[in-house]
C-alpha cells in the first residue's frame, strides 16, 4: 500500500512538473526577447553617440581610437605601454581622435601627460581626450576582501559602461587587462576590439596553487588549511576561469607581453589566430650611455629594485634576503651595502605596502640600509640604476618584467625570480653568455647577491655586457613595429 502510495505521489509531481514547462518555456521566450529589444535600443542608442562624437569641424567622419586604462598616472611598466603605443598610432594615424579613459580624476590631462614625459620620457606628438571616470573605485581591490576577482570583474563591467556611455569609440583597446569590458564594447558599442594583456586576471598556475593548497598572496592560509574552502575555491577559479575565457575572445586582436602570459591566454582564451607577442616597449636606448665599468661616487655597493609597490611584487622577500645579505656581510669580509626600493604608488592602500615595508625593516633591523625611493622622476632613477651593482626582482611568475630590462640595459646585474617573463624571455644566455641570475628562496637570493658581490670587477663587466647586449630586442622601436603590424587589422 506504501509503495503504491509513494508512486501515485511520484506520478503527481511530474505531471505538476510536466504542466509548467510549456508556460514556463513561454515566459522566458518572452524575457529573452524582451532582454534582445533592450539590448538593441541600447545599441541603436550608443551608436547615435559614436555619430556625434565622430563627426570633425569639416563633417567627415574621424576614426575615435579609445584606450581604456582607468590608472595612466600609475607610472608602470603598463603605462608605458599605453604611451607608447598611442606614440606610434599617432605616427602612423594622425588624423584620428585619440581617447583614454582614465580614473585619475585628481589630476589634469595636461598633468598626465606631463607626468609621462617626465617617468618615461615620452612626448605625444597630437592631442589626447581624457575621459574621467568616477566610479574607478570598484575595480579597487579593497572593496572586494572576499571573491576578489569576481567582484572587480564585475566592477570594470559598470566602470565600462561609464566609459561607453561618455565615448563611443570605433576601436577600444584595453591596455590594462579588463577582460570585463569587452562584449561591452564589442556588441553594444559596436566596436573593433584590440587587447593587450600583460597578465591573464585568472591563470593556470593559480589554479595549481589552490589544488595543492599552497599558501601564496592571493590564497589565505585559512583556506589551505580546510580541504573543504579549498575545494570551494577551485570551483569558484574554474568557473571564473571559463568565464574570464568567454569574454576573452570577443576579442578581434590579442598581443600578449611574454611567452608566459601567451601560453596561459591561448589556454583560456582559445583564440590563436589572433593572438600575438609583443614584448614591452623599454627604454633601452636612454640607458645606453651609462658607462659598464663600476662607478665608486661612493664606498660599498647599491642594490636596487624597480616595481610598483603591489603585493604580488612581493617587496618584503627583498628586505629578507637582504637582511640575510648583512649577516653573512657580518661573518665574511663584504664592504658596505644599501637597498634602495623604487616604485610608484597608484592609491593608499599601496602606501599603506611602503609602511609595512619600512616597519619590516626595522624589525629586522636594517632601517638603517634600505631607503624607499616613491613615483621619483626618471632622470633619478636613471642616476642610482648607473650607480647599483645589483638589480633585485622577487615577483612569482612575473608576466614580463620591464624594470628587470632597464637593469641589464643600464649595466645592473640583475637577480630575478625564477619564474615567469624573466626566466623564459629576459635573462636568458646571450650569444652563449649567461646574462643574469635567477632566485627563488630568502637563501637563494641572499647567497646568489653574496656570489655577484664576491666576482671580480672584469668578471661582473663581462655579464654585464652580455646582458646590455641581449636587450635590444624590446626597445621602443621594435614595440612599435610589433604593435602596429598586430593592430593594422583593426583599422582596415
Same mark, same amino acid.
Given at each position: 500500500?506504501?509503495?503504491?502510495?509513494r508512486g501515485?505521489c511520484l506520478c503527481?509531481?511530474?505531471?505538476?512538473?510536466y504542466?509548467?514547462?510549456?508556460?514556463?518555456?513561454?515566459?522566458?521566450?518572452?524575457?529573452?526577447?524582451?532582454?534582445? $529589444?533592450?539590448?538593441w535600443?541600447?545599441r541603436?542608442l550608443?551608436?547615435r553617440? &559614436?555619430?556625434?562624437?565622430?563627426? !570633425?569641424?569639416?563633417? &567627415?567622419n574621424?576614426?575615435?581610437i579609445a584606450? @581604456?586604462?582607468p590608472y595612466?598616472?600609475?607610472?608602470g611598466?603598463?603605462?608605458?605601454?599605453?604611451?607608447c603605443?598611442l606614440?606610434?598610432?599617432?605616427?602612423?594615424? #594622425?588624423?584620428?581622435?585619440?581617447?583614454?579613459?582614465?580614473?585619475?580624476?585628481?589630476? !589634469?590631462?595636461?598633468?598626465?601627460?606631463?607626468?609621462?614625459?617626465?617617468r618615461?620620457?615620452?612626448?605625444l606628438?597630437?592631442?589626447v581626450?581624457f575621459?574621467?571616470?568616477?566610479?574607478?573605485?570598484?575595480v579597487?581591490? +579593497?572593496?572586494?576582501?572576499?571573491?576578489?576577482?569576481?567582484?572587480?570583474?564585475l566592477?570594470?563591467?559598470?566602470?565600462?559602461?561609464?566609459?561607453?556611455?561618455?565615448c563611443? #569609440?570605433?576601436?577600444y583597446?584595453?591596455?590594462?587587462?579588463y577582460?570585463?569590458?569587452?562584449?561591452?564594447f564589442k556588441?553594444?558599442?559596436?566596436?573593433?576590439?584590440? =587587447?593587450y594583456?600583460?597578465?591573464p586576471?585568472?591563470?593556470?598556475?593559480?589554479l !595549481?596553487?589552490?589544488?595543492?593548497?599552497?599558501?601564496?598572496f592571493?590564497?589565505?592560509?585559512?583556506?589551505?588549511?580546510? *580541504?573543504?574552502?579549498? &575545494?570551494?575555491?577551485l570551483?569558484?577559479?574554474?568557473?571564473?576561469? @571559463?568565464?574570464y575565457g568567454?569574454?576573452?575572445s570577443?576579442?578581434?586582436?590579442?598581443?600578449?607581453?611574454?611567452s608566459w602570459?601567451?601560453?596561459?591566454?591561448?589556454?583560456?582564451?582559445k583564440?590563436?589566430n589572433?593572438?600575438n607577442?609583443? /614584448? *614591452?616597449?623599454?627604454?633601452?636606448?636612454? @640607458?645606453?650611455?651609462i658607462?659598464?665599468?663600476e662607478?665608486?661616487?661612493?664606498?660599498?655597493?647599491?642594490?636596487v629594485?624597480?616595481?610598483?609597490?603591489r603585493?604580488?611584487?612581493?617587496? *618584503?622577500?627583498q $628586505?629578507?634576503?637582504?637582511?640575510?645579505?648583512l649577516?653573512?656581510?657580518?661573518?665574511?669580509?663584504? #664592504?658596505s651595502l644599501?637597498?634602495?626600493?623604487?616604485?610608484?604608488c597608484r592609491?593608499q592602500d599601496?602606501e599603506l605596502?611602503?609602511?609595512?615595508?619600512?616597519?619590516? +625593516?626595522?624589525?629586522?633591523?636594517v632601517?638603517?640600509?634600505?631607503?624607499?625611493?616613491?613615483n621619483?622622476?626618471?632622470?633619478e632613477?636613471k642616476? /642610482?640604476l648607473?650607480e647599483?651593482?645589483i638589480?633585485?626582482?622577487?615577483?612569482?611568475?612575473e608576466?614580463?618584467?620591464i624594470?628587470?630590462?632597464?637593469?641589464?640595459?643600464?649595466?645592473? $646585474?640583475?637577480?630575478?625570480?625564477n619564474s615567469?617573463? #624573466? &626566466?623564459?624571455?629576459?635573462?636568458v644566455p646571450?650569444?652563449?653568455?649567461?646574462?643574469?641570475?635567477l632566485?627563488e628562496?630568502?637563501?637563494?637570493?641572499a647567497?646568489?647577491?653574496?656570489?655577484?658581490? +664576491?666576482?671580480?670587477?672584469?668578471k661582473r663587466l663581462?655579464?654585464?655586457? +652580455?646582458?646590455r647586449? =641581449?636587450v635590444?630586442? @624590446?626597445?621602443?622601436?621594435?614595440?612599435?613595429?610589433?604593435f602596429l603590424s598586430?593592430?593594422?587589422?583593426?583599422?582596415?
Open positions: 500500500m506504501a509503495t503504491t502510495k501515485w503527481e509531481l511530474l505531471r505538476f512538473f504542466s509548467l514547462f510549456l508556460p514556463g518555456l513561454t515566459v522566458c521566450g518572452i524575457l529573452c526577447i524582451c532582454l534582445f $529589444i533592450i539590448l535600443g541600447i541603436l550608443v551608436r553617440k &559614436k555619430e556625434s562624437v565622430a563627426t !570633425s569641424k569639416n563633417g &567627415k574621424q576614426l575615435v584606450f @581604456f586604462h595612466c598616472n600609475a607610472g611598466g603598463g603605462e608605458r605601454v599605453l604611451w603605443a606614440r606610434a598610432l599617432q605616427k602612423k594615424y #594622425p588624423e584620428a581622435i585619440y581617447v583614454v579613459y582614465t580614473g585619475d580624476v585628481n589630476v !589634469s590631462g595636461q598633468q598626465i601627460l606631463e607626468g609621462a614625459f617626465r618615461f620620457n615620452i612626448r606628438t597630437h592631442p581626450k575621459v574621467f571616470l568616477r566610479k574607478r573605485y570598484l579597487e581591490d +579593497s572593496l572586494y576582501p572576499h571573491f576578489t576577482l569576481l567582484g572587480q570583474s566592477g570594470s563591467i559598470f566602470l565600462g559602461w561609464e566609459a561607453l556611455m561618455q563611443v #569609440p570605433d576601436v583597446i584595453d591596455s590594462m587587462g577582460a570585463f569590458t569587452l562584449p561591452l556588441y553594444l558599442g559596436g566596436c573593433r576590439i584590440g =587587447s594583456v600583460h597578465y586576471t585568472i591563470s593556470t598556475d593559480m !595549481s596553487v589552490v589544488k595543492n593548497q599552497n599558501v601564496g592571493n590564497n589565505a592560509a585559512f583556506i589551505t588549511r580546510n *580541504p573543504f574552502l579549498s &575545494k570551494v575555491k570551483i569558484y577559479y574554474y568557473l571564473f576561469a @571559463f568565464i568567454l569574454v576573452g570577443c576579442s578581434d586582436v590579442v598581443m600578449v607581453n611574454s602570459t601567451l601560453n596561459h591566454i591561448l589556454s583560456l582564451w583564440v590563436g589572433c593572438t607577442i609583443v /614584448y *614591452p616597449p623599454c627604454d633601452v636606448q636612454t @640607458f645606453l650611455d658607462p659598464l665599468y662607478k665608486k661616487t661612493t664606498p660599498g655597493h647599491l642594490l629594485s624597480i616595481g610598483q609597490f603585493p604580488e611584487k612581493n617587496h *618584503p622577500l $628586505i629578507k634576503a637582504f637582511a640575510k645579505l649577516n653573512k656581510k657580518v661573518a665574511g669580509s663584504l #664592504p644599501k637597498l634602495v626600493l623604487i616604485g610608484g592609491n599601496d605596502r611602503v609602511n609595512q615595508l619600512r616597519k619590516l +625593516s626595522e624589525d629586522l633591523g632601517q638603517e640600509d634600505v631607503e624607499f625611493k616613491i621619483i622622476p626618471f632622470d632613477l642616476t /642610482y648607473s647599483a651593482t638589480g633585485l626582482h622577487t615577483m612569482w611568475n608576466h614580463f618584467g624594470g628587470v630590462v632597464e637593469c641589464m640595459a643600464a649595466g645592473t $646585474i640583475i637577480l630575478a625570480h615567469g617573463g #624573466p &626566466k623564459l624571455d629576459i635573462v646571450h650569444e652563449g653568455e649567461i646574462t643574469g641570475f632566485a628562496s630568502e637563501e637563494g637570493y647567497e646568489t647577491m653574496a656570489h655577484i658581490l +664576491s666576482m671580480s670587477e672584469e663581462q655579464i654585464r655586457s +652580455s646582458a647586449a =641581449s635590444s630586442r @624590446f626597445s621602443d622601436q621594435e614595440f612599435e613595429l610589433a598586430s593592430v593594422e587589422s583593426l583599422f582596415k
